[in-house]
């Protein structure tokens, strides 16, 4: 599994979610409980993560859709 996106907006994972569905790469929520327990402040990033072999193309279709994919690192 790779990261390929962190925001506290969760405008911007929904929208990424849907994008890279649509092209048919699973996508994985991570710290979504996290996020609702802090009380929705975005004091917490939610992480989207992709297998290995789709990142190359999951990071292209953010790019092309201008989503900042937020990582540090």
């Known amino acids: 599994m790779k990261e390929i996106l962190r925001s506290t907006d969760p405008t911007v994972i929904a ?5 890279l569905e649509g092209e048919g790469i699973t996508v994985f929520r991570l710290d979504v409980h996290m996020s609702i327990l802090e009380g929705g402040i975005g004091l917490w990033p ?3 993560m ?10 292209a279709i ?4 201008e989503i900042d ?5």
Not at 50 to 59: C, I, K, Y
């Open 50 to 59: 992709v297998a290995e072999r789709d990142a190359f193309l999951a990071a």
């Open 46 to 48: 939610q992480r989207l």
């Open 69 to 73: 994919p937020g990582r540090s690192g």
């Open 15 to 19: 929208f990424a979610t849907a994008l």
């Open 62 to 65: 953010l790019r092309d859709n």
